[in-house]
C-alpha cells in the first residue's frame, strides 16, 4: 500500500503525463492546420499566376489548375 504522499505523487505525475500528451496534441493539430492554410494559399497564388508565369517556371496552366483544385488537405 502506497502512502498518502506516494499516491499524491503519482497521481500528480500522471496528471501532468496526460497535459502533456494533450499539450502535444493541440500543437500537432494546430501545426497541421497552418501547413493546410499555407497550402491553400500557396495554391490559391498558383491559380491566379500569368501564363507567362507558369511558363517561366515551367508549369502549364492545365496543371496550375489541377493543383489549386486539391482540396486544401491533400498533400
Excluded: H, N
Excluded at 501545426?31 to 494559399?41: G, I, L, N, Q, V
Amino acid at each position: 500500500m502506497l502512502d498518502p504522499i506516494a499516491a499524491s505523487r503519482e497521481a500528480e505525475t500522471a496528471s501532468s503525463r496526460a497535459a502533456v500528451a494533450l499539450a502535444r496534441a493541440f500543437g500537432a493539430f494546430f501545426s497541421w492546420c497552418a501547413r493546410c492554410y499555407e497550402r491553400a494559399e500557396q495554391r490559391r497564388a498558383l491559380a491566379e499566376l500569368e501564363d507567362r508565369m507558369l511558363r517561366d517556371v515551367g508549369i502549364s496552366r492545365s496543371d496550375a489548375l489541377r493543383e489549386a483544385e486539391k482540396p486544401f488537405w491533400k498533400e
